[in-house]
């Protein structure tokens, strides 16, 4: 859709967002990936991102290079924003992540997009009641933290969890209030289903 003003065929490339765009990437990049090997190098890629793991800076620039040779003759280019070279002891970002080499945590804006879509599920003005709004958000905590409960979240998600909890308490009130944390308990939510981040790292909470 071009401005909403109609459809558009694509006749290079895959949709953004399409259910099969990581399937046409790994099969179209497979040639990418035999060939750094045969290069010597250690990939690590999912779907469109790729990491290239070296030991120096010098080595970074000639696989680089490699890559954009490689990606030319399939008829691909670098995103200029998206490609640099870093040493893992300020942070590489990869799928969310910004990996450090003893520990990853989450991106900002990985935190963000798991606020916006709890609060898209808990607006007041949703025509639903409480259990009902459980039942839609439980599916987004529990995919979005499985994800990233690889990396030190721990103290992240006791916050989010937190946080999560009052924003249903305010859907129940219709309002903001620290004194429904008494009338509306997190054994209450508990009871009508909700689940919690902190408890996919901890299942005996």
């Avoid at 300020?90 to 963000?112: N, P, Q, W």
């Avoid at 606020?115 to 607006?123: C, F, G, I, P, Y």
């Amino acid at each position: 859709m071009e401005q909403g003003l109609g459809l558009v065929k694509n006749v290079i490339g895959t949709p953004q967002g399409g259910v099969i765009s990581p399937l046409l990437a790994n099969i179209y990049l497979h040639y990418c990936d035999e060939k750094m090997a045969e290069l010597g190098y250690e990939v690590v890629r999912y779907a469109d991102n790729l990491l290239v793991l070296c030991e120096s800076e010098e080595e970074a620039k000639e696989a680089l290079l490699h890559v954009k040779e490689i990606l030319g003759e399939l008829e691909l280019t670098l995103h200029p924003d998206k490609t640099k070279i870093k040493n893992f002891s300020e942070g590489v970002d990869f799928l969310g992540f910004t990996v450090y080499v003893s520990h990853k945590v989450l991106r900002k804006e990985a935190v963000k997009k798991y606020k916006d879509v709890v609060r898209r599920a808990t607006r007041r003005n949703l025509p639903i009641n409480l259990e009902m709004v459980i039942q839609r958000l439980n599916p987004i905590v529990i995919g979005w933290g499985n994800y990233f409960k690889i990396a030190n979240v721990n103290w992240l998600y006791m916050s989010l969890d937190s946080w999560t909890r009052m924003r249903l308490r305010a859907f129940r009130e219709k309002k903001k209030s620290y004194l429904s944390n008494c009338r509306i308990t997190n054994e209450f939510m508990r009871n009508l289903g909700l689940k919690s981040l902190s408890t996919l790292l901890n299942p005996d909470w």
